[in-house]
């Protein structure tokens, strides 16, 4: 029997109706995602953020599982949310929630897309880092 797994778990985010003031402000926003990501039981590697002039922020917060990354239109109360993870320990839901709250989004949608879809035979689990195959030489 061949059952199929994914590497990983992308949510598409879309925060509509945000509170503008919140998703204008940089430190706000890395600090949500941040808490988000930590929400989430994830492990944070890098955080890198920038504010655009006359406003919007993009930022991505690195975490051992993949990545968390946002880009805000707050002349539209607009932030669009890209949550990554690999393996079955993290749960992006739980950090979506976090943002929707956080971002006083009225209107969010989440979208949820498996990635790296792979064949197993005999039910195996599908380890979170798989180990090089050798080459025959």
Known sequence: ?????ALGTHLLVDLRDCN????RDLEFVKDSMVGAAREA???????????????GISGMVVIAESHLSIHTW???GFAAV??????DLIKPEIAAQ???ERFGSQNPSVVEMKR??????NN??????????????
């Open 116 to 121: 790296g879809i792979i064949s197993l035979f």
């Open 74 to 76: 707050p002349e539209y």
């Open 41 to 55: 039981a994830a492990t944070i590697v890098d955080v890198s953020f920038h504010e655009f002039n006359p406003f």
């Open 20 to 23: 503008i003031e919140a998703i």
């Open 124 to 137: 195996e689990k599908l380890p979170h880092k798989a180990e090089a195959k050798k080459e025959k030489t």
């Open 1 to 5: 029997m061949v059952d199929l797994n």
């Open 82 to 87: 890209d949550i990554f993870t690999c393996g």
């Open 98 to 100: 976090y943002l929707i």
